[in-house]
């Protein structure tokens, strides 16, 4: 069983390694800007009882993701503290802090799809760690511009980091190989890498989403959108691929040929996603988004098949109750939300 190490990354200073570039911008986390219209949209949904909840931080959390096959939860806090939970046991695995002393705010936390490594950024330096000691592998400072969203391939073999300058860059911590995707024109928003890390898929502010080759850097695809992309994520199975942006047009993609399958369909003027994931049978995509939202989609159709209103905590936790990660437990949707709260909802709940 894992022990409950505590890791502060000023204890490892001998494993960091810089990576060569300018200086640092600083960032902020996906601002957390809710106009009237979602917030009357997700105000019609009414608030869901879960088949069961967590509380994993009482103060709320800062980012988050799931793991549903290990069961296991990484978040940071406010504090700076990154914390992985493990649900069967209910107990807290491990604590880790990318500094030593003051606060340090990790935007992004990110398991590998085999569960065997997490990778978390601040707006500066990445970390790649380990789930079988809990001991981190290396911590990476990227000084030419601020880190917007990363993604971990399995094995941990390779890093994807998705910056504010428009420059993605893909990373292998053992080999020390860098390749700088330099496609798109503006300021990155999100990242995706396939299980084995051989394809990324990459949205910016430039209206695109790219599939692009990670050992070359070829661009395999373009998705083109009428406004900022927001969300990206690569079906694990290689099957399909969603891009979604700030507006009204989110779209499934078929992951070899390129070709639209289905567009998501909603009456919402703008939908912004703040988490995805496809089902492993390929049948369904999970979604959740700022405005307490947790929808579930026909892949066939773009049809919402059942869809959740996240309730915010009675204490002080956050009011506010922002969807950071989703996932499926066997066949039932679970979430993580900024109040702190890991819920497992019931499939058979409609609007």
């Not at 990110?110 to 760690?129: C, H, I, P, Q, R």
């Not at 990227?142 to 420059?167: H, K, M, Y």
């Not at 070359?216 to 406004?227: E, K, L």
Request: proline share 3%.
């Amino acid at each position: 069983m894992f022990s409950n190490l505590v890791y502060n990354i000023a204890h490892v200073n001998a494993l960091k390694t810089k990576v060569k570039g300018l200086l640092p911008i600083r960032t902020q986390k996906f601002s957390i800007i809710l106009i009237l219209v979602i917030f009357l949209v997700a105000c019609t949904i009414p608030e869901s009882d879960p088949i069961s909840r967590v509380n994993l931080s009482e103060s709320g959390v800062y980012a988050a993701d799931i793991h549903a096959r290990s069961n296991m939860v990484v978040y940071s806090e406010v504090s700076g503290e990154i914390k992985v939970f493990d649900l069967d046991s209910k107990k807290q695995l491990y604590s880790w802090r990318h500094q030593g002393e003051g606060i340090n705010l990790v935007d992004n936390v990110k398991f590998s799809n085999d569960g065997e490594y997490v990778v978390t950024s601040d707006s500066e330096a990445f970390a790649l760690w380990s789930m079988q000691s809990g001991e981190p592998l290396g911590f990476w400072r990227v000084d030419e511009s601020s880190i917007r969203d990363i993604a971990v391939a399995n094995n941990g073999r390779a890093v994807l980091i998705g910056r504010s300058d428009g420059v993605v860059m893909f990373f292998e911590p053992e080999t020390q190989r860098r390749l700088d995707f330099i496609a798109h024109e503006e300021k990155i928003n999100s990242v995706d890498l396939s299980s084995n890390g051989k394809y990324a898929l990459t949205g910016s502010n430039d209206y695109k989403a790219y599939l692009w080759d990670t050992s070359t850097g070829q661009i395999i695809h373009v998705f083109d959108h009428p406004h900022r992309v927001t969300t990206v994520l690569i079906d694990q199975n290689a099957k399909y691929l969603f891009t979604a942006d700030g507006q009204d047009k989110a779209q499934i993609w078929d992951a070899q040929t390129g070709q639209a399958v289905t567009r998501l369909h909603f009456i919402e003027r703008q939908l912004i996603f703040t988490a995805a994931k496809f089902s492993s049978d390929g049948k369904y995509l999970l979604t959740g988004s700022p405005a307490k939202r947790l929808a579930l989609w026909e892949v066939a159709t773009g049809e919402v098949s059942a869809q959740w209103r996240v309730a915010p905590n009675d204490g002080p936790a956050p009011q506010s109750a922002v969807v950071y990660a989703v996932e499926f437990d066997g066949i039932n949707p679970v979430s993580i939300s900024s109040n702190g709260n890991y819920a497992i909802w019931p499939i058979n709940q409609k609007d």
